[in-house]
């Protein structure tokens, strides 16, 4: 933290963005039938990848790190094993179960190690945070749609929450980004491809997270 330079803020820095934009991401595991489906209906999406589950994932398709708090070995080794397994560097993350220690801590900690964007928060705006008159070096992008309309608490389910009771109302009223996140092991339950139905109904510009980073936060 001492290292960065000292702002005038003492405020988050917020994105504004008047694009209508939509993102579509899936955690855990590369799943095959999902891809195929949006690729043979021209979508995209990001998968964040367990690095201890990486299997055979298409090289077209865009893959990041989902950093697993509960493995023994920390951030700096699972980024190795991912791109020992891709052949790819990972610059955005999801942390496995959204688990966080401390916000600022986390976040500092990712940016050490060469992530540039987290998506492990419920929220609205993409935003960096500001610890202490300091600016951290990385942007928290928030999910706000998850396997809608999926609850089961008996299940072990961590991640069931949403900013809207319905994924639609974020369409319809104009929210930008609308991060989903599908879970592959829960597509036989969810609305996940409603999300693209939405997409196209409401005129979203679909874009992974890479692409998303690349335009408005690189």
């Not at 992008?141 to 949403?162: A, F, G, Q, R, W």
Request: overall charge negative.
């Amino acid at each position: 933290m001492k290292t960065l330079p000292i702002t005038e803020s003492t405020s988050n820095i917020s994105l504004e963005l008047n694009e209508p934009i939509a993102i579509m991401t899936h955690d855990d595991e590369f799943d095959g039938e999902m891809y195929e489906y949006e690729k043979a209906h021209g979508y995209k999406s990001t998968s964040f990848l367990l690095t201890n589950k990486i299997n055979e994932i298409n090289q077209d398709a865009d893959i990041q790190l989902h950093y697993d708090m509960t493995r023994e070995e920390w951030v700096d080794k699972q980024i190795e094993e991912f791109k020992q397994k891709t052949n790819q560097i990972p610059i955005i993350n999801r942390n496995h179960r959204v688990f966080w220690r401390e916000s600022h801590l986390d976040l500092a900690n990712l940016s050490m190690n060469g992530i540039k964007v987290d998506s492990s928060l419920l929220n609205q705006k993409p935003f960096k945070l500001c610890v202490q008159s300091r600016i951290l070096p990385i942007w928290e992008v928030p999910y706000n749609v998850v396997d809608e309309p999926y609850v089961d608490i008996t299940k072990n389910v961590h991640c069931t929450y949403n900013v809207s009771a319905k994924m639609e109302d974020l369409f319809s009223k104009a929210h930008t980004p609308i991060v989903g996140l599908f879970h592959p092991y829960l597509k036989d339950k969810t609305n996940w491809k409603k999300f693209f139905d939405l997409v196209d109904k409401y005129k979203y510009k679909l874009m992974t997270m890479t692409e998303f980073y690349e335009k408005y936060l690189k």
